[in-house]
Every structure is written in C-alpha cells, then in structure tokens.
C-alpha cells in the first residue's frame, strides 16, 4: 500500500528545535518519542523542552522584536518573506505532505491539501502585510489624530494536532505580516512539520529570532510559553479545558489571548433541501481528517418529514467507508492517538447504553496494521439533545443525527449547546436562508455547502465556548496587532 516516501519519511531522525536561527536540542537533552499513527510504531524523536528552554526561546523572540533588523523592516519586505515562505512550502509540498500524514495517520491526500492550504495561506498573508493601515480622525480644531497598527511583540502560537501546517500557517502568516516575532509550540503529538516550516522560513531569510520553535509536552513547555512575562500576545486552538489553563497563564501577566476551541457544530437540512447534493458534503463534514476537526459538521438537524430518507442516504455511505494507512489513502487514517480512541469509543458506547441507536458502521481495512489506532466511523440517532454524543464534542468520526419539527425548534437545537463555531444549513428558501443565517450563533455559517477548516481568506472563530478572537482572513490581522493612536497639537 501507499508511496514510498510516505512510510519512511523521517526515519530514525532526531529533531531540533530552532531558537534564535539556531537548531538546539532541550537542555535537559531528554526527548519524547515519534509514533506513527498508522502502526504505533516509533519513527522519530523530538526534544523534549522545558521552562528553561522556553525562557531561552523567549528572549531570543524579544531580542529580534526590539533590537533587530525586523523591527525597522518593511511591511512590504515582510510581506516578500511570507510569500517566499509560500513558495518554498509548494516547493518541498511532495515530502511535507508525506511528513504530515506519516506524524498525524491522516491520508497523504488530506496532507497534499494541507500543504496547499498552507502555501496560500503564507501567500495571502505575505499579500496583506502592506494593505494594512490605519486611519485619520476628524478632531478638534488645531489637532490632526490617526492610528497606526502595531505589532503586539512576541506573539505565541501553542498549535494542536489536527492541522499542525495549516493552523501554524494561519498563526503565523497573521503574526509576522503584522510585524510581531513568533514563538510557537506544536502539539507532542504532531510537532515535525512545524519544526520543518521554521528551517524553510530560515531558508526564506527571515531574519534570526523571529521564527523559534520549542517542542515539549502541554504541561511542561506550554505552561511556561504561555505564563511568561516577556510575551505580549498567546494564540491558542484546541480543547477548552487547555484553553482555559492558557488564559489563566496569560492573566498573570494581563496579556490578550485568541482561542480557538472546537464546537459541535450543526448541518440543518430542511425538507425543501436539495438532499442529493447535501448528503456527500454531510458526510465529509464529519469524516475529513477522521473527525478531529474543530470545525467538524458532527450534527446533522434533520426536519421531521425527510429524516428517514436523510438518514438512509447517510447510513448507505456512511457503512462504505473505509479506514486504514496514511500512505493508502482511504476514506479516513486512523486517529491520532490511544487516548483519543478510547475517548471516542467510549462516547460512542455510553450513547448505546443511553439508548442511541447506530444507524451505520463503516469499516477498518483489512490490510490495516493491528498496532494502528484506527476506528470505524459511525453514524448515530440520537434520543435526546441532552446526551452527551448531541452536546460534547467527540473528535472522531461520529456523526449525530437529530430530527427536528420546524424552523425555530432546528435553531433552538442547533444553539442549545455550550459551542458556537459553524453551522450549515440546507434549504432553498431564500429568506429562511438569510433568518436562520442571523439567528444561529456560529463564527462561520454555510448556506447550501459546508468548509470545514476550508477558505483561508474566511475570518474564522467561535462563540461561547468556541472561543474568542478571529483568525483567518484579513480579520486576522486586526487580532495580531493593536492600534495605536497618535494626536498632533499644530494650532
Ligand atoms: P489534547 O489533549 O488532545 O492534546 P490540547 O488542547 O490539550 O489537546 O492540546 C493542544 C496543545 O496545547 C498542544 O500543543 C499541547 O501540548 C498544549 N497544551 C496542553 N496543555 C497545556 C497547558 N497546560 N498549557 C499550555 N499548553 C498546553
């Protein structure tokens, strides 16, 4: 099955962190063990860092934001980097998929996209760093009052597993258009192709100290990045309870903070809907990267009159899908890790026990190593909205079906749980599209379609529990820096 380099990309490496242009290793020279997904085999290392390196990794950030050349750089020259950066990730895109896809178990097709999304989002970003200003505002007579948009200072990006290319490209296409230098941390469990982008942003030229990588676990280099006083501004994506401890860290020092952390996000199909056309986009709303997607559809709100014939198309496709290997590029990978099987398994059963029925199993490839932690994706009728499996966000490839009566019951449903990230909505009526449009609380909303994670160029965050701040898109920008106002007293 699958390419060559796919399955042996990287092997035996031992990755370095970069901080201040230099690739180190942790202090401490301990390290934490890279697993493929695919088999649970060991291919690779990563330092293991802490508070130490982390400290050392923010002073390197400091010293390149108040003293180096990048301060007095201009937007323009900043931009050029980024779309340097752009270009050099297309150019090594083949190896930077394999690389993603053998560290994440997501297939090599989902990897290819990621990397494309990524070159376009370094690309856009590397566009926008001089289309950005300020304003003149009519004051009092004698004055001239205007803004400047300034960089916050060190900006830290903590990056979760799902996406590593394409949410460390958001983070720092935004951040260093703006100005700020960076300090990022991936994901233990996904750290390699963000240490890869920080040698290509060397390789793009940006100067020393403005891209510095540090890997280490959550509680360990995490806790530190986001604690530390040198830091002006922490971006975060991934779970709310992380989310939390993250912005506790930064009120210690008063510092602002942009989360991202998932939802349960709805698909309303109404009866009117154009079910043929809906039905594949309900399913890879869920199913695109194995339902470890913030922005995963994981609930389809079905009217009453169309749920049988809703939930059979979806049953029919749903018991079709196929997991298996990165490199044979099925339908899905396996998940990321033995934790977030037994999560998944374990929601997935405590909704049977509640009562739920599966409409539909798809299945794990035969030819799927038994080391791998894969899981079959499954398709469910929820009793309740109350349940958990209709509430909780579950990360995998679940999807919870739900029925509903009328237009207000769909949107008292799709509000009613503690997330706000998107929602879909299915329906020819024109108006109901613009009404239900206003009336769901989600950061993105798609009529007639679904982008889960899609449309680099889209602002893009929650509400509620989903999180606060935008990224994505121009919006992005306004996030990763502050406005500065300046007032000139000339009589
Ligand atoms: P998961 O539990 O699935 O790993 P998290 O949301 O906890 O998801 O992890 C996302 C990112 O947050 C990772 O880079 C992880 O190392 C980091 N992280 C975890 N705990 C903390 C913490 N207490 N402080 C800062 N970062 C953390």
């Known amino acids: 099955m699958g390419t060559h380099l796919s399955r042996t990309i990287a092997e035996g490496r031992a990755f370095?962190?970069?901080?201040?242009?230099?690739?180190?290793?942790?202090?401490?020279?301990?390290?934490?063990d890279v697993l493929s997904p695919s088999d649970g085999k060991v291919f690779a290392s990563i330092p293991a860092s802490g508070a130490a390196d982390?400290?050392?990794?923010?002073?390197?950030?400091?010293?390149?934001?108040?003293?180096?050349?990048?301060?007095?750089?201009?937007?323009?020259?900043?931009?050029?980097?980024?779309?340097?950066?752009?270009?050099?990730?297309?150019k090594n895109g083949t190896e930077l998929a394999a690389l993603e896809s053998r560290d994440t178990g997501k297939p090599v097709r989902q990897g290819r996209a990621d990397v494309n999304a990524t070159t376009?989002?370094?690309?856009?970003?590397?566009?926008?760093?001089?289309?950005i200003h300020g304003d003149t505002i009519p004051f009092l007579d004698g004055y001239t009052a205007l803004t400047l948009r300034e960089p916050h200072g060190v900006v830290v990006g903590i990056i979760p597993w799902n996406y590593p290319l394409q949410i460390l490209a958001r983070v720092a296409g935004a951040a260093?258009?703006?100005?700020?230098?960076?300090?990022?941390?991936?994901?233990?469990?996904a750290s390699l192709t963000t240490i890869r982008i920080a040698e290509l942003a060397l390789e793009a030229g940006f100067p020393e100290g403005v891209f510095n990588v540090v890997t280490g676990y959550g509680r360990d280099a995490g806790a530190a990045l986001s604690g530390h006083p040198l830091v002006d501004y922490v971006t975060f994506t991934g779970s709310p309870a992380t989310g939390a401890a993250i912005q506790k860290a930064a009120a210690e020092n008063n510092r602002g903070v942009t989360l991202e952390l998932g939802g349960k996000s709805p698909q309303i199909v109404f009866a009117d809907a154009d079910i043929d056309a809906a039905v594949p986009?309900?399913?890879?709303?869920?199913?695109?990267?194995?339902?470890?997607?913030?922005?995963?559809g994981s609930r389809v709100l079905i009217e009453r009159a169309v749920y049988d014939e809703v939930a059979e198309a979806l049953a029919e496709r749903f018991s079709a899908l196929v997991a298996g290997p990165h490199d044979?590029?099925?339908?899905?990978?396996?998940?990321?890790?033995?934790?977030?099987?037994?999560?998944?398994?374990?929601?997935v059963s405590d909704a049977e026990r509640a009562g739920c029925e599966i409409l539909a199993r798809g299945s794990i490839h035969a030819d799927a190593p038994e080391s791998g932690f894969y899981y079959a994706p499954a398709l469910i009728a929820a009793k309740d909205t109350k349940l958990a499996i209709a509430q909780e966000e579950v990360f995998g490839p679940v999807l919870t079906l739900l029925a509903f009566d009328d237009e207000a019951d769909a949107i008292g449903i799709a509000n009613g749980t503690e997330y706000g990230l998107v929602a879909g909505i299915w329906t020819r009526d024109g108006a109901r599209q613009h009404r239900v449009a206003k009336r769901v609380r989600a950061g993105q909303v798609f009529v007639n379609g679904y982008g889960a994670g899609g449309g680099i160029e889209l602002p893009f965050g929650?509400?509620?529990?989903?999180?606060?701040?935008?990224?994505?898109?121009?919006?992005?920008?306004?996030d990763m820096s502050a406005t500065k106002t300046v007032v000139f007293n000339h009589g």
Request: hydrophobic share 40%; net charge positive.
């Open 462 to 478: 929650g509400f509620k529990r989903s999180g606060h701040g935008r990224e994505k898109g121009f919006e992005a920008l306004y």
């Open 281 to 296: 986009v309900l399913v890879n709303a869920i199913i695109q990267n194995g339902g470890q997607t913030c922005s995963a």
């Open 328 to 347: 044979a590029d099925l339908d899905l990978g396996s998940l990321i890790n033995p934790r977030q099987r037994q999560k998944v398994t374990g929601m």
């Open 176 to 189: 260093l258009a703006m100005g700020n230098t960076l300090v990022v941390k991936p994901a233990e469990d």
């Open 16 to 32: 370095t962190q970069l901080v201040g242009g230099r690739a180190v290793d942790s202090l401490s020279g301990e390290r934490i």
């Open 120 to 131: 376009r989002y370094y690309e856009f970003y590397g566009g926008a760093a001089d289309k």
């Open 54 to 90: 982390v400290d050392l990794a923010v002073r390197a950030a400091r010293r390149a934001f108040d003293d180096g050349p990048w301060a007095r750089m201009p937007a323009v020259e900043r931009g050029r980097l980024l779309t340097k950066l752009g270009q050099l990730v297309e």
